[in-house]
């Protein structure tokens, strides 16, 4: 059964870290351009980074550029999206999904991950 599942989600205060990871089973996630998405309460889903399967090539949304850092383990078959420096406003529910190729503003995707919560207190 092909599977993304996100996990690394919590309650953090403002100018803390986490970091979430994109584990995937049933197929090989090197294969896969990784995208992290997330979306707030009330507001539409917005790609977050990504990060290519050709040569690693990384994206980021302009909101979160020096602040996420995207990484790929292939040893695990795991995808990590560190967070520093949140903001109240990086509130939402993560998720990640996997595509051929990145495009953070297409919400067209193979697969995608259920999700993962993640709340930054001011």
């Known amino acids: 059964e092909v599977q993304l599942v996100e996990s690394g989600g919590g309650l953090v205060q403002a100018g803390g870290s986490l970091r979430l990871s994109c584990a995937a089973s049933g197929f090989i996630l090197d294969d896969y351009a990784i995208t992290w998405f997330r979306q707030a309460p009330g507001k539409e889903r917005e790609g977050v980074s990504c990060?290519?399967?050709?040569?690693?090539?990384?994206y980021y949304a302009d909101s979160v550029k020096g602040r996420f850092t995207i990484s790929r383990d292939n040893a695990k078959n795991t995808v990590y999206l560190q967070m520093n420096s949140l903001k109240p406003e990086d509130t939402a529910v993560y998720y990640c999904?996997?595509?051929?190729?990145?495009?953070?503003?297409?919400?067209?995707?193979?697969?995608w991950g259920q999700g993962t919560q993640v709340t930054v207190s001011s």
């Open positions: 999904a996997a595509r051929d190729v990145c495009l953070l503003l297409n919400l067209v995707q193979d697969y």
């Open positions: 990060i290519s399967s050709s040569d690693g090539s990384t």
